[in-house]
């Protein structure tokens, strides 16, 4: 059954440094990938998508994304880290019905 | 633009009663919505897929006679929790695709609603 895993369920990092967030898939076919994320008691919001073309995605918030086939992969990066991008994060892959199946997420904090 | 949005926003409601939420496409046409249950510190969980003028497809496990979804336009669905007990208290968000850009497979989620059954 198709799948996607996040392997981190919190990470914490410093603000103005580095990120990466794990997504790891299971698809034969070349997946649909989404990344969203959640703010507290809120919906989610799409941050960027991978279909086809172009393996590294670029999104808002100067986020962006990396396909790779060889690892099953779609890790999600941001170069230097706000204190407002404090929040859960969720990878996502597109299934038949256009439905969308979920990783566990993320929850990203950020120390001052 | 793709604003959706839920109403209401947070429910408290006694165990027994039913609860209806609305979910709306504000600025686009919406021929499919998607509820989801999101319990605290989980993923969200597709419930039922909601087609615009037709019945809504329920996810495996999921009580279609205990949660049922009307999806009467194109830019309104309702999930109605009947008969409501404590074990359905949850963060139940919807989400809908737009019409006019189906092709690019996106869903525009609404803010949620927590339901709480007391």
């Known amino acids: 059954a198709q799948s996607v895993t996040q392997p981190d369920i919190h990470i914490t990092v410093s603000e103005g440094a580095s990120l990466e967030l794990r997504c790891n898939y299971s698809y034969g076919a070349t997946p649909y990938l989404f990344w969203y994320v959640q703010s507290p008691g809120q919906g989610l919001q799409l941050l960027l998508k991978y279909f086809s ?5 670029q999104g808002i918030k100067g986020f962006e994304a990396e396909f790779k086939r060889s ?5 999600l990066r941001k170069p230097s880290v706000h204190w407002s991008d404090a929040a859960e994060y969720f990878c996502a892959s597109r299934k038949r019905g256009n439905k969308l199946v979920f990783g566990a997420g993320t929850i990203l904090r950020v120390k001052s | 633009g793709a604003v959706v949005s839920q109403h209401p926003s947070w429910v408290i409601c006694k165990s027994g009663t039913s609860v209806k939420i609305e979910c709306r496409s504000l600025d686009f046409q919406a021929t499919t919505m998607f509820w989801y249950r999101q319990f605290p510190k989980q993923s969200l969980m597709l419930m039922a897929t909601s087609n615009e003028g037709s019945k809504a497809t329920y996810e495996q496990g999921v009580e279609k006679d205990k949660f049922l979804i009307n999806h ?6 309702t999930l109605t929790v009947t008969s409501a007990h404590p074990e359905d208290s949850s963060f139940y968000i919807c989400s809908a695709r737009d019409r006019g850009l189906a092709y690019r497979y996106e869903q525009y989620f609404g803010p949620g609603t927590r339901l709480t059954v007391t």
């Open chain 1, 53 to 57: 073309g172009d393996t590294l995605v």
């Open chain 1, 71 to 75: 690892q099953s992969s779609f890790n």
């Open chain 2, 72 to 77: 009467a336009s194109l830019t309104l669905s």
